[in-house]
């Protein structure tokens, strides 16, 4: 199963304290769990795809709403 977003977009690369900005997204995005927002280094691909499908938003937009935390 191909991904579109592995194609002609940025890698993406975490930056600052990610327990304070998961709080954030959680105050943002009620539906995010616990389990959405765990980060392991290396795994920003895995983190991202948890979070675009639990608040229905593409990529770049996640991207976005992150780095605005940063």
Do not use: C, P
């Given at each position: 199963?191909?991904?579109?977003?592995?194609?002609?977009?940025?890698?993406?690369?975490?930056?600052?304290?990610?327990?304070n900005q998961s709080l954030l997204l959680q105050d943002k995005?009620?539906?995010?769990?616990?389990?959405?927002?765990?980060f392991e280094e290396g795994k920003e691909e895995e983190l991202?795809?948890?979070?675009?499908?639990?608040?229905?938003?593409?990529?770049?937009?996640?991207?976005?709403?992150?780095?605005?935390?940063?």
């Amino acid at each position: 199963m191909s991904k579109e977003h592995e194609h002609n977009t940025e890698v993406f690369k975490m930056t600052g304290n990610w327990t304070n900005q998961s709080l954030l997204l959680q105050d943002k995005f009620a539906q995010l769990t616990d389990a959405d927002l765990r980060f392991e280094e290396g795994k920003e691909e895995e983190l991202l795809d948890r979070i675009e499908a639990r608040i229905h938003k593409k990529r770049e937009e996640v991207i976005n709403i992150i780095r605005k935390g940063q």
